[in-house]
């Protein structure tokens, strides 16, 4: 009789083997006994590459590529891109064939940029509509609720009282516009500095000193949480 898994990797391991396998080998193996790194070095080596969010009725999957490689991965054909998926996320290995062509594959860009102007008489952009953010921190859609709120705290009233003005709107682009922007930019130094040399390199990689500094120092372990939980500009319901 086959054993019940007991500890919760055992229970990840039967369903996705690859991803424990890297884990104690390579992550608590391999790069955990290297003497040259300090232990907080070796608790930030991750190792990740395909994303899969069990959505119930489906897997949304993530496959990470560096910017411009994409011509190269489909060179390789559909059967080597299908194996490196079921590879990687074993669950999925009855379902790879569901993918017939590259037309099944979705390209997402990364892009990261905004409008010059987020309104004109009778229109306002917020959100996504307004700004293109990067997924690193996974805070679109905070950003995106709060530009909402503080559209509702500056509208409401004139909306409600008949006298709201172009003015009214742009209220909303300029106190949403810093936030955005900072956001932005911190995305930026995060993509520069920790994403592409993770994934340009094929050697040994050394956390930067920002990661080394973020993660030195207590406060700005809390300071990151806060930043990619709550942002730069918290907005709080005020109508
Ligand atoms: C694959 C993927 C994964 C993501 N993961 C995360 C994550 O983990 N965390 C995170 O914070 N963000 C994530 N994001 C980003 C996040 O989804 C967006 O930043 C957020 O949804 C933006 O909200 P929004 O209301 O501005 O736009 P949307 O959520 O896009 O809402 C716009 C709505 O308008 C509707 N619409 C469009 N055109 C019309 C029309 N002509 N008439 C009527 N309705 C229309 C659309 O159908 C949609 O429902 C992810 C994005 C993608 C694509």
């Keep these: 009789m086959a054993t019940q898994p007991t500890t919760a990797r055992d229970k990840v391991r039967t369903f996705t083997p690859k991803l424990i396998e890297l884990t104690e080998n390579v992550l608590f193996g391999d790069v955990w006994e290297r003497p040259e790194l300090s232990k907080r070095d070796r608790s930030l080596i991750t190792v990740a590459t395909l994303i899969a969010l069990n959505r119930s009725e489906h897997w949304q999957c993530g496959y990470v590529i560096p910017k411009g490689r994409l011509d190269e991965i489909r060179s390789r054909g559909l059967d080597a891109f299908r194996a490196d998926v079921a590879r990687l996320l074993p669950v999925a290995q009855d379902h790879v064939a569901e993918i017939r062509n590259w037309d099944d594959v979705k390209l997402l860009t990364v892009k990261v940029d905004r409008l010059q102007r987020w309104s004109r008489p009778g229109l306002l952009c917020i959100g996504d509509a307004a700004h293109a953010m990067s997924p690193v921190g996974g805070v679109g859609i905070n950003l995106a609720i709060q ?15 008949g006298r709201l003005t172009v003015d009214h709107l742009e209220q909303v682009a300029s106190r949403r516009l810093w936030p955005t922007r900072a956001t932005q930019e911190l995305q930026l130094a995060i993509q520069r500095r920790v994403v592409r040399p993770v994934l340009d390199s094929s050697g040994t990689l050394h956390p930067p000193p920002l990661v080394r500094l973020l993660t030195a120092i ?20 005020r109508v």
């Design 218 to 237: 207590p406060q700005f372990r809390r300071l990151a949480a806060r930043l990619v939980g709550m942002g730069v500009r918290p907005e709080h319901v």
């Design 147 to 161: 530009d909402a709120v503080a559209a509702a705290n500056l509208l409401a009233a004139p909306l409600r009282e």
